[in-house]
């Protein structure tokens, strides 16, 4: 089993940027895919991006394409997601999750809605002028 902690969100103006952490431990971390969701009040669970075990693989939500990048450091158990160009609809908590380090998960995963494992505590972005 692998448990994980997301950090790094803010309050930050339409255009800005923020880089939120995926921080790992438990298990061995390059045997997982890591996904990132967000939930927006009133709004269901959707998935953002998803990156393979190796990192060699990652991808997105349409919405997010071009502005957000998912990147991870196995030695230091960390997956990360860079966010530029943020926008309103972006204002979310953002959640990181571990799933098998397998295609179909991992691709599919951006594509999802609703039902996500828990994903931890989650951290805040909020973009607003």
């Known amino acids: 089993d692998v448990q994980l902690q997301a950090s790094g969100g803010g309050l930050v103006q339409p255009g800005g940027s923020l880089r939120l952490s995926c921080e790992a431990s438990g298990d061995t971390f390059s045997d997982h895919a890591i996904g990132w969701f967000r939930q927006a009040p009133g709004k269901e669970r959707e998935g953002v991006s998803c990156i393979s075990g190796t990192g060699n693989s990652a991808y997105y939500r349409d919405s997010v394409k071009g502005r957000f990048t998912i990147s991870r450091d196995n030695a230091k158990n960390t997956v990360y997601l860079q966010m530029n160009s943020l926008k309103p609809e972006d204002t979310a908590v953002y959640h990181c999750?571990?799933?098998?380090?397998?295609?179909?998960?991992?691709?599919?995963?951006?594509?999802?809605?609703?039902?996500?494992?828990?994903g931890g505590q989650g951290t805040q972005v909020t973009v607003s002028s």
């Open positions: 999750t571990a799933g098998p380090n397998m295609y179909s998960y991992c691709s599919k995963f951006p594509t999802r809605a609703g039902d996500f494992d828990s």
